[in-house]
């Protein structure tokens, strides 16, 4: 594996929440796109309002991902270690966004927010550790 997969994976982390908040939008009445925050808020139907919980959430986690991912880089972390760490996270956050839409029990969801919270974690630890 190289880092250009973790450099993907990065994108694809960029591009989630633009995914879920195109659910959103296509589960609601028609969009209006004057006022996108008084639209979803007059939303009646849940999953716009989980589809939009899922797209805030994905820009949360994004720059502690990216940061993550570029810190153990120039820390010269295995670049090994950085791909799969960096594919667990964009794996897990996929699910998280699939569950969190779906409306599955909140324990799957909390799994899967911890799981890519925990790779974003071992990425920076890691470099912290490669430069001690």
Same mark, same amino acid.
């Given at each position: 594996?190289?880092?250009?997969?973790?450099?993907?994976?990065?994108?694809?982390?960029?591009?989630?929440?633009?995914?879920?908040?195109?659910?959103?939008?296509?589960?609601?009445?028609?969009?209006?796109?004057?006022?996108?925050?008084?639209?979803?808020?007059?939303?009646?139907?849940?999953?716009?309002?989980?589809?939009?919980?899922?797209?805030?959430?994905?820009?949360? =986690?994004? #720059?502690?991902?990216? %940061?993550?991912?570029?810190?153990?880089? /120039?820390? +010269?972390? @295995? $670049?090994?270690?950085? !791909?799969?760490?960096?594919?667990?996270?964009?794996?897990?956050?996929?699910?998280?966004?699939?569950?969190?839409?779906?409306?599955?029990?909140?324990?799957?969801? =909390?799994? #899967?927010?911890?799981? %890519?919270?925990?790779?974003?974690?071992? /990425?920076? +630890?890691? @470099? $912290?550790?490669?430069? !001690?």
């Amino acid at each position: 594996m190289s880092l250009a997969i973790a450099y993907w994976c990065v994108l694809i982390a960029a591009l989630l929440p633009y995914v879920w908040v195109t659910i959103a939008k296509a589960s609601g009445e028609r969009y209006d796109n004057r006022d996108p925050r008084a639209w979803t808020a007059r939303q009646t139907n849940p999953r716009v309002h989980r589809a939009n919980a899922a797209q805030l959430n994905s820009y949360e =986690s994004f #720059a502690p991902f990216a %940061a993550a991912v570029i810190l153990a880089q /120039l820390a +010269g972390v @295995a $670049a090994e270690r950085i !791909a799969l760490l960096a594919m667990l996270h964009v794996l897990f956050r996929i699910v998280h966004g699939v569950v969190y839409i779906a409306g599955l029990p909140h324990g799957l969801r =909390s799994l #899967a927010w911890g799981v %890519a919270f925990a790779c974003t974690l071992l /990425l920076v +630890g890691q @470099a $912290a550790v490669q430069v !001690a």
